[in-house]
């Protein structure tokens, strides 16, 4: 039942027959495509709602979201670009790592546990690294026209930025309009085990895919 929900980087067959069609530059479909692929990316989503969830100035929204936009441009484009190669399953499993990560961070549990935690921004600017790999690999499995592939390459990672920025803004108003509830400490510690537990389903998924594919 979890399955269409989990596989958070798939692009469709119409989607995909459609992109290796193209010949030359396509600036708004590629575009088109990115902005979809990251609305309907559960994996990515769930990430992001983690990062910004206990963020209340708007500052510290901004520098943190531009971390993670440049780790996962560098990744997707440069993946692309220069074919480096990376097992899919094993790339989205890292992916859902990460949301277990920050939710793990943001219920306290690396300071209860160890006593340290690494810092954010640091960690931020890696799991972008590894979330724009994941997006890589999936163009990566198409058969891409070589004519125009870096100016397709920049509209995809644009369409992800804009498809983002919706998301985000959306996100944002939602958990700023849950900091005015009486019971928000209670309710933001039954959101984030609900994000650790989701990001354990992406990695079990993820790892079965791995081991019996």
Known sequence: MLAPLVLGHNISSSNTSFI???DGPAV???MYLGAKHMVTGIDHLLYLVGVVFFLARVKDIVL?????????SLT???GVAFAVEANTWLVDA???????YKAFENLGGFDAVFGASINPAVAVF???LAHGLGLATKLQAMTLSTEGLITNLISFNVGVELGQFVALVIAVLVLFRLRSRPNYEFEATQANTLLMTAGFILVGYQLTGFFTT
């Open 20 to 22: 290796e069609g193209l």
């Open 28 to 30: 708004f479909p590629f």
């Open 64 to 72: 943190f979201v531009s971390l993670f936009t440049l780790g996962h």
């Open 76 to 78: 997707l484009i440069a």
């Open 94 to 100: 890292i992916i859902g790592l990460s949301i277990v």
């Open 126 to 128: 890696g799991f972008g």
